[in-house]
């Protein structure tokens, strides 16, 4: 029975530590961290491509699913993400086994106390111990941590950590579905404005050329060819610009893939809008709410702090001791409360985000259908001699910078869609377990 209870109590002793838990990094950050930029990621790796690991001097025809799959199964990315939901198995079994050690704890000094009811005088001569000595060893325990309340929170935070194991991994794999569709949107935007800044140079060449053969037979000064010729410089250096631009985002995206920096890559895909049945701004709301880790994190915040005040209910209520306790828990409830405001403001901003960007979309294809329509009759008046060589010019470079416009308009589009599905699930922030 000595041995035993020795061994009981000093094992609570020496493994639990202090056991009360920090919630203020989860519950005060909730606020800041639910603003933060936001379709799940598929997780079937038996279909995950084998491209990643390939780095040839042939190109790689990649889609963007497959770009996501290798992302979320074979990226460095991928493996911070196993890795954090590995660390987080360890945490929720470390509760586990820390609950189980002031169990022993416990268990082994009610022994003690039954021991000394049921031996009463003889209790020294059973046990070898003394009452002081009991006295001493719960004592030490309660100092440990060995108690019921921390066993119960150990209890709590080991069922709340199993329950948001897969919750936080799949915030991990949402950032990095994010950041793979950012990136590879990059790249097909890259490509686009190199093409565009290319048929821009094309016919900026091609007028200069009809601009020196109006000059040779004396229908135009020779102001109007520097102007050309100036208009050509201007286009080459745009294809220059965009040519440096195309091969950097294809770097980005190599790295992000772990290719080679210079592996060629044939993206399949092309730049071309979303669609989408429209969004109901009312049930993302709700959505949002039953599924964001932030919520998690502040509702069960505030269950421990609950907890942990009722540790205290013994102590005056003007005491430091159980004052501290009660402004931590108004502090957990109101940030529970605010958390679920922000949500709300979070998904209602990001809806109007894509509406905001559904409408610049739609104006920059008006525009770009405006330029082209200007550029067909600046060019048939300046056949006609009634319009200036820099009319002509300058409707091509508006016609240019519109089709430009576009193809960052669609980007920008497809991007606050992701971002706004990804907040009516569990979003893109870990919470600690």
Same mark, same amino acid.
Request: hydrophobic share 40%.
């Given at each position: 029975?000595?041995?035993?209870?020795? $061994?009981?109590?000093?094992?609570?002793?020496?493994?639990?530590?202090?056991?009360?838990?920090?919630?203020?990094?989860?519950?005060?950050?909730?606020?800041?961290?639910?603003?933060t930029?936001?379709?799940?990621?598929?997780?079937?790796?038996?279909?995950?491509?084998?491209?990643?690991?390939?780095?040839?001097?042939?190109?790689?025809?990649?889609?963007?699913?497959?770009?996501?799959?290798?992302?979320?199964?074979?990226?460095?990315?991928?493996?911070t993400?196993?890795?954090?939901?590995?660390?987080?198995?360890?945490?929720?079994? =470390?509760?586990?086994?820390?609950?189980?050690?002031?169990?022993?704890?416990?268990? =082994?000094?009610?022994?003690?106390?039954?021991?000394e009811?049921?031996?009463?005088?003889?209790?020294?001569?059973?046990?070898?111990?003394?009452?002081?000595m009991?006295?001493?060893?719960?004592?030490?325990?309660?100092?440990?941590?060995?108690?019921?309340?921390?066993?119960?929170?150990?209890?709590l935070?080991?069922?709340?950590?199993?329950?948001?194991?897969?919750n936080?991994?799949?915030?991990?794999?949402?950032?990095?579905?994010?950041?793979?569709v950012?990136?590879?949107?990059?790249?097909?935007?890259?490509?686009?404005?190199?093409?565009i800044?290319?048929?821009?140079?094309?016919?900026?060449?091609?007028?200069?050329?009809?601009?020196?053969?109006?000059?040779s037979? =004396?229908?135009?000064?020779?102001?109007?060819?520097?102007?050309a010729?100036?208009?050509?410089?201007?286009?080459?250096?745009?294809?220059r610009?965009?040519?440096?631009?195309?091969?950097?985002?294809?770097?980005?995206?190599n790295?992000?893939?772990?290719?080679?920096?210079?592996?060629?890559v044939?993206?399949?895909d092309?730049?071309?809008?979303?669609?989408?049945?429209? /969004?109901?701004?009312?049930?993302?709301?709700?959505?949002?709410?039953?599924?964001?880790?932030?919520?998690? =994190?502040?509702?069960?915040?505030?269950?421990?702090?609950?907890?942990?005040?009722?540790?205290?209910?013994? $102590?005056?209520?003007?005491?430091?001791?159980?004052?501290?306790?009660?402004?931590?828990?108004?502090?957990?409830?109101?940030?529970?409360?605010?958390?679920?405001?922000?949500?709300?403001?979070?998904?209602?901003?990001?809806?109007?985000?894509?509406?905001?960007?559904?409408?610049?979309?739609?104006?920059?294809?008006?525009?770009?259908?405006?330029a082209?329509?200007?550029?067909?009759?600046?060019?048939?008046?300046?056949?006609?001699?009634?319009?200036?060589?820099?009319?002509?010019l300058?409707?091509?470079v508006?016609?240019?910078?519109?089709?430009?416009?576009?193809?960052?308009? /669609?980007?920008?589009?497809?991007?606050?869609?992701?971002e706004?599905?990804?907040?009516q699930?569990?979003?893109?922030?870990?919470?600690?377990?």
């Open positions: 029975m000595k041995k035993r209870a020795v $061994y009981f109590v000093m094992i609570g002793i020496l493994l639990i530590g202090n056991l009360t838990p920090v919630f203020a990094e989860s519950s005060t950050s909730t606020g800041n961290a639910i603003m930029t936001q379709e799940a990621v598929t997780t079937e790796k038996a279909i995950a491509t084998e491209k990643a690991i390939t780095i040839s001097s042939e190109p790689i025809k990649l889609s963007l699913q497959e770009a996501t799959l290798i992302m979320t199964t074979k990226g460095t990315r991928a493996e993400a196993d890795l954090n939901r590995k660390s987080d198995i360890a945490v929720a079994n =470390g509760y586990s086994e820390k609950a189980s050690t002031i169990k022993k704890t416990l268990d =082994g000094l009610d022994q003690l106390y039954q021991a009811s049921l031996y009463g005088d003889n209790f020294t001569i059973a046990t070898g111990y003394t009452s002081s009991v006295m001493q060893l719960s004592y030490e325990a309660q100092v440990a941590g060995a108690t019921q309340n921390n066993k119960k929170i150990l209890n935070r080991r069922s709340f950590a199993q329950e948001n194991q897969q936080n991994y799949q915030a991990d794999l949402n950032k990095i579905q994010e950041d793979t950012m990136m590879y949107g990059n790249v097909l935007l890259a490509q686009d404005n190199y093409k800044a290319t048929d821009n140079l094309i016919v900026q060449q091609k007028i200069m050329k009809t601009i020196n053969a109006k000059k037979v =004396g229908l135009l000064s020779k102001k109007d060819v520097l102007q010729q100036t208009a050509v410089m201007d286009a080459e250096k745009e294809v610009t965009s040519k440096t631009k195309m091969a950097y985002a294809h770097m980005s995206f790295y992000l893939l772990g290719f080679g920096v210079l592996q060629p044939t993206f399949t092309k730049l071309a809008e979303t669609t989408t049945e429209g /969004i109901d701004v009312e049930l993302a709301i709700e959505s949002a709410r039953n599924n964001r880790n932030e919520i998690k =994190g502040a509702n069960f915040a505030k269950e421990i702090y609950k907890i942990l005040l009722n540790d205290v209910s013994a $102590y005056p209520k003007s005491s430091s001791t159980y004052l501290t306790a009660q402004i931590n828990l108004l502090t957990a409830e109101k940030t529970a409360k605010d958390a679920w405001v922000q949500i709300e403001i979070d998904i209602r901003n990001r809806a109007a985000e894509v509406e905001d960007k559904e409408a610049a979309l739609i104006a920059a294809k008006a525009l770009q259908n405006y082209e329509e200007g550029v067909r009759l600046i060019t048939l008046t300046n056949e006609e001699g009634l319009s200036t060589v820099d009319e002509l300058n409707a091509q508006s016609y240019y910078k519109s089709k430009l416009n576009v193809a960052k308009a /669609i980007s920008d589009y497809n991007i606050s869609l992701k706004l599905k990804d907040a699930g569990v979003g893109t922030m870990r919470i600690p377990l």
